[in-house]
C-alpha cells in the first residue's frame, strides 16, 4: 500500500530511445510533480500538474512530457533520449485544496542512458 | 526565484554527537520540508514544517517565518542517520513545486 509509486526503479537505455516512466499515488491527492536528480544530487523541479493545468520548469527540454491520464497517475515521457538525461527522476504528490502543502514523494528511478 | 542556502555543506561527527542543521531561504513561504536521503537513495520526510517547532523522536525543527530560516536538530546521532539532508521551500500558492537546498552530507562514525 506505498502512497506514491513509481516504475521502472531502474532504466537503461541507449541514446536516441524514447522511454516512460509511471508514477501513481493512492493519496487521493490533486497535485503530482517531477524532479530531477542529477550527478550531483542537486533535485530540480520539472513539472507540476493540477487539475489540468501543467506548470513546466522552462529549463526542462520539450522532449520530455507529462502525461496524466487520470488524478492518480503522472506519467514521464522522453524522446530521444541524451546522454545528459541519466539522473534519478522522481514523482511526488500533493493535496492543495486542504491548506497543507506537504509533499510525498516516491522511491525514484534510476534512468542511465548510454 | 526563491533562494535556498543550507549549511553545513558536509559535517563528520561520532556516534552519540547532537547536530544542528540550517536553512535559509529568501522569501516567504507557504512549504517548508526537511528530507533525509539515506545511502539507497530513498528521499524520506523528516518533517513539513513552515512555521513553528515539530519534534519526532531525536529529531526536531524549527522554522522561523518571519527570520527566513529553519534548523533541524538530531540528538544521539547513530550511523543510520547517515545521508544527505535537504531543506525544501515552496513560496507562495498554487501547483508550484519545492525549491530544494543543495543539501547537507552528514557522516556518522561508529
Known amino acids: 500500500d506505498t502512497a506514491v509509486s513509481q516504475t521502472p526503479k531502474y532504466l537503461v537505455t541507449q541514446m536516441g530511445n524514447d522511454k516512460s516512466i509511471k508514477c501513481e499515488q493512492n493519496?487521493?491527492?490533486?497535485?503530482m510533480y517531477w524532479y530531477k536528480q542529477d550527478s550531483k544530487k542537486f533535485l530540480k523541479i520539472m513539472f507540476s500538474?493540477?487539475?489540468?493545468?501543467?506548470?513546466i520548469n522552462e529549463t526542462v527540454p520539450n522532449r520530455f512530457s507529462p502525461k496524466s491520464p487520470d488524478k492518480a497517475h503522472l506519467n514521464l515521457h522522453i524522446n530521444s533520449l541524451e546522454l545528459g538525461d541519466s539522473a534519478v527522476y522522481f514523482c511526488?504528490?500533493?493535496?492543495?485544496?486542504?491548506?497543507?502543502?506537504?509533499?510525498?514523494f516516491g522511491p525514484g528511478t534510476r534512468l542511465t542512458v548510454t | 526565484g526563491i533562494q535556498v542556502e543550507q549549511s553545513p555543506p558536509d559535517l563528520i561527527l561520532q556516534e552519540g554527537a547532537n547536530s544542528t542543521l540550517r536553512c535559509n531561504f529568501s522569501?516567504?513561504?507557504?512549504?517548508l520540508q526537511w528530507f533525509h536521503q539515506n545511502p539507497w537513495g530513498q528521499l524520506i520526510n523528516l518533517f513539513y514544517?513552515?512555521?513553528g517547532t515539530k519534534q519526532n523522536g531525536r529529531l526536531s525543527a524549527t522554522t522561523v517565518a518571519t527570520e527566513r530560516y529553519s534548523l533541524l536538530y538530531i540528538s544521539s546521532s547513530q550511523t543510520t542517520d547517515s545521508g544527505v539532508y535537504f531543506c525544501?521551500?515552496?513560496?507562495?500558492?498554487?501547483?508550484?513545486?519545492?525549491?530544494f537546498g543543495k543539501g547537507t552530507h552528514l557522516i556518522i562514525q561508529p
Open positions: 511526488a504528490s500533493s493535496q492543495e485544496k486542504r491548506g497543507s502543502y506537504e509533499q510525498y
Open positions: 525544501a521551500v515552496r513560496p507562495g500558492g498554487g501547483a508550484d513545486g519545492l525549491t
Open positions: 522569501d516567504s513561504v507557504n512549504n
Open positions: 500538474y493540477n487539475n489540468k493545468e501543467l506548470i
Open positions: 493519496l487521493g491527492h490533486d497535485t
Open positions: 514544517i513552515p512555521s
